[in-house]
């Protein structure tokens, strides 16, 4: 039996599509397509004929008629999250200049000082390809994590 918006008229079952994906930090909300179950990741789920609802990953896979997508999808997500915990507590270099440094997965990054703010450089070691921040970051954290998403970002155009 269909429980919550699947059972309502008018709620569109099919042609949703993921626009993002939340982390709660703890199974704290409801589900707003199925109205019961309590979840932690919230996939934010658009449709042209209907307003966003956050749902879970299996409303969200039927939403989408891609369960397997949903899983993936939230899978990389939990996975992303871990490595950005990690990255964080990784032991960094400090460069002759004063700057930290990690050399990892083929890429050079070097996080630095700018006035009040902080910058990041990646280099991929064997193309030389190099992408240089372009905006101040407030802490050196997160610059590191700017650096982070740009790896992630040059991993995946090269796939």
């Known amino acids: 039996m269909s429980t919550g918006k699947w059972a309502q008229p008018g709620v569109p079952h099919r042609g949703w599509v993921c626009i993002d994906i939340q982390d709660l ?5 409801t589900c707003e397509m199925c109205e019961v179950m309590t ?3 919230v996939h934010v789920m658009a449709h042209n004929d209907y307003s966003n609802l956050g749902v879970g990953c299996v409303c969200a896979g ?3 008629q891609d369960l397997e997508g949903a899983r993936r999808r939230e899978d990389e997500f939990k996975l992303t999250l871990t490595r950005r915990k990690r990255w964080l507590s990784r032991r960094w270099n400090v460069s002759a200049a004063g700057n930290e440094y990690l050399n990892t997965d083929g890429f050079n990054v070097v996080v630095y000082p700018q006035g009040n703010h902080w910058g ?3 280099e991929h070691r064997d193309s030389g390809h190099r992408r240089v921040s372009k905006r101040p970051y407030d802490s050196e954290e997160a610059a590191k ?4 998403a740009v790896i992630l970002d040059m991993k995946r155009r090269a796939e």
């Open 62 to 64: 039927n939403m989408e």
């Open 120 to 122: 990041a450089r990646v």
């Open 39 to 41: 979840i932690r990741y």
């Open 145 to 148: 994590l700017a650096a982070l």
């Open 25 to 29: 930090e703890e199974p704290s909300a």
